[in-house]
């Protein structure tokens, strides 16, 4: 079992900026993937970015450009720098994480962290 625990959400005016961390701990060798994705009210949840264990990033399109994930590996922490908001990044952000268990790939989630960008 994987255990995350987020932080770094809350309130922030339109053009402003917060930075999100997920720490991981517990069963945490053979973690591949650290991501983070977004829900907001009466939307699915979407993908915002993710980081592979090589550093490889993937990022929406909507963010692009704004956001930026990177990984700590030896704290286990994957981080979500968030610049330019605006009012349509308003959700719940969830921490992903994808581990190997022999031959599968299971995910665990995160509690979520509101952020909300109003003026």
Known sequence: QVQL???????????GSLRLSCAASGSIFSITV???YRQAPGKQRELVASITGG????YADSVKGRFTISRDNAKNTVYLQMS?????????YYCNVQRMEGILTIGYWGQG???????
């Open 5 to 15: 625990v987020e932080s770094g959400g809350g309130l922030v005016q339109p053009g």
């Open 34 to 36: 650290m991501g983070w």
């Open 55 to 58: 550093s490889s990033t993937n």
């Open 84 to 92: 330019s908001l605006n009012p349509e990044d308003t959700a719940v």
């Open 113 to 119: 962290t509101q952020v909300t960008v109003s003026s």
